[in-house]
């Protein structure tokens, strides 16, 4: 088990309905030095990558964004979710049908801050069925710019997210894979990676 796994193993609970709570060290309480340690794992994956920019979506996806841009020496931007409905033409925009929420979010990026010379490493703290990762990488394609890759803390490997985005063609680099997870018994098992 990696440091990812192994915190999720031990303070990760399983939720009817697919859900993983991880409020005590990511999403509500955060555990800084391990959004460090991922964000150091993250750099050391993509470090071949002329990376320029960090785009993540709000909110949870933020913190760990932050501590990635850090690591690379780059700004960090995150798609804001909107109600509104008169957007003007300064804004990249797209549709992200909320996995959690069960509703759809228009997000959006300034065009100020994506431009066809960025190089984008996409993070987000989960990927379930992969809407949020895909309205993040229409954006970056609305730029014109480059998705070099997509860096999530936890892939729910039984939904096809993962698989979708990688058939795509896009890096997809995942600390944690669940591969199954039950609510009835709390039980979490973890697709092997490579070291
Ligand atoms: P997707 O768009 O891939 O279906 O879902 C990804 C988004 O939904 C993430 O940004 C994350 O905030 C949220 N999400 C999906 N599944 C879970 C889950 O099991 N637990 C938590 N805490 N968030 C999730």
Redesign the pocket.
């Known amino acids: 088990m990696n440091f990812l796994e192994a915190r999720i193993a031990k303070d990760g609970i399983v ?1 009817e309905g ?6 005590s060290f ?2 509500h309480q955060m555990d800084i030095a391990l959004l460090d340690q991922m964000a150091a794992e993250f750099h050391q994956r993509f470090s071949n990558k002329p990376i320029t920019k960090v785009l993540t ?1 709000e ?3 933020i913190a760990i964004a932050c501590s990635v841009a850090r690591c690379f020496g780059v700004p960090m931007v995150f798609a804001k979710k909107t109600k509104s409905i008169n957007l003007d033409g300064d804004m990249y925009v797209a549709e ?6 069960k509703k759809k979010n228009t997000v959006i990026v300034s065009k100020k801050f994506l431009s066809p010379d960025d190089h984008v490493l996409i993070i ?12 993040l990488i229409s954006i970056v394609e609305s730029a014109e710019a480059t998705v070099e890759g997509c860096g999530i803390a ?1 892939e ?1 490997g039984f ?1 096809d ?1 993962g698989w979708r985005i990688r058939n795509l063609g896009y890096h997809v680099e995942s600390l944690a894979i669940i591969e199954s997870m039950d609510a009835s018994t709390g039980a979490i098992t973890f697709r092997e990676q490579e070291a």
Do not use: E, M, P, R
């Open positions: 939720k697919n859900v993983l709570k991880v409020d990511l999403n979506i909110a949870s996806g992200v049908d909320s996995f959690t929420h987000d703290d989960f990927l379930a069925n992969g809407c949020a990762l895909q309205g936890i729910k939904q997210g």
